[in-house]
């Protein structure tokens, strides 16, 4: 009895084993295709993905050369440009030179045409002074006495136009130590005239053109405080910001050149003192003019 239910259970055991190993083979196979499709689902995913990513380096390759192209250009660009401004700028100071020397001239030419009416002045004086020193109707006598003693009176100087006209021809001759005795004694003896300010100011640019930094400096104050309404003021206290800067007084030179500035904003001599301060470095403007020359 023991033996046949030995002998049923083992047969139990046997078909039951028989029985589920199909099943867990059949799992096992569904499971391995589940995997198979999976991992073909994630390459198609990575291709996709790889192929999405390598068309966008692409256009970011695109763009960036696209870039580097346009900085290139705009680099190449900028170049010229700055070749231009140096070359419009390097014109720009040749023009303004050469208008100081058309200023120059002119200003020349005037002092020149008020010397011919000066001139004509003292010719007018003179045949008005003849004209009294006629003889008076019925005497025979001048209408004026000789000097006292019979002494032949003084020698005079040149007339006002003429010694003036002959410094300014030998200064612009170069003849420096002629041209500053004649200025100078135009000042002794025609000290009052329109033009005492101008040969004032020649007598400046002769010390400045000798190196006399120093009385230069005192003769164009001597223009700014005797002479300040004179068409040579400007002139004046520009080249005496120049001395003062050639001698090394920095400061003064910058306040002389930006007084100049902001009293005579459109004139030739205040383009030359914005250029001089820009190489400089500094502001060409000040708050007001410096009130003093001294």
Do not use: C, W
């Not at 001048?142 to 002494?151: D, K, M, R, S």
């Not at 120049?242 to 500035?261: C, N, P």
């Amino acid at each position: 009895m023991k033996k046949n239910i030995v002998t049923v259970l083992f047969a139990f055991v046997v078909v039951t084993a028989i029985s589920t190993r199909p099943a867990a083979a059949a799992d096992t196979k569904s499971q391995l295709i589940q995997i198979q499709t999976q991992l073909q689902i994630m390459q198609d995913n990575m291709t996709q993905m790889k192929q999405s990513f390598d068309e966008r380096m692409g256009v970011m390759k695109d763009l960036v050369t696209q870039q580097t192209d346009s900085v290139n250009k705009l680099n190449t660009a900028v170049q010229n440009l700055q070749k231009t401004v140096g070359q419009e700028t390097n014109d720009a100071g040749s023009k303004v030179d050469q208008i100081s020397g058309q200023v120059q001239a002119l200003h020349d030419a005037v002092d020149e045409l008020k010397a011919r009416l000066a001139k004509v002045s003292d010719q007018l004086k003179d045949i008005q002074s003849s004209q009294q020193n006629m003889p008076a109707p019925g005497t025979g006598q001048p209408g004026t006495a000789q000097p006292a003693g019979g002494n032949p009176a003084a020698p005079q100087a040149p007339p006002p136009e003429t010694l003036y006209n002959d410094g300014l021809r030998d200064f612009n001759a170069a003849k420096y130590d002629l041209a500053s005795q004649e200025f100078t004694q135009y000042l002794q003896v025609y000290g009052n005239t329109d033009l005492a300010g101008n040969a004032q100011f020649y007598l400046g640019e002769i010390q400045y053109h000798q190196g006399n930094l120093q009385a230069a400096v005192l003769s164009y104050n001597k223009v700014l405080d005797q002479y300040p309404g004179g068409n040579k003021a400007a002139a004046a206290q520009l080249k005496k910001g120049f001395a003062l800067l050639d001698l090394g007084q920095k400061s003064q030179g910058v306040q002389e050149l930006r007084s100049l500035v902001a009293r005579y904003p459109k004139s030739a001599e205040a383009l030359q003192a914005r250029e001089r301060l820009n190489k400089l470095g500094v502001a060409g403007t000040t708050s007001r003019p410096s009130p003093s020359h001294r």
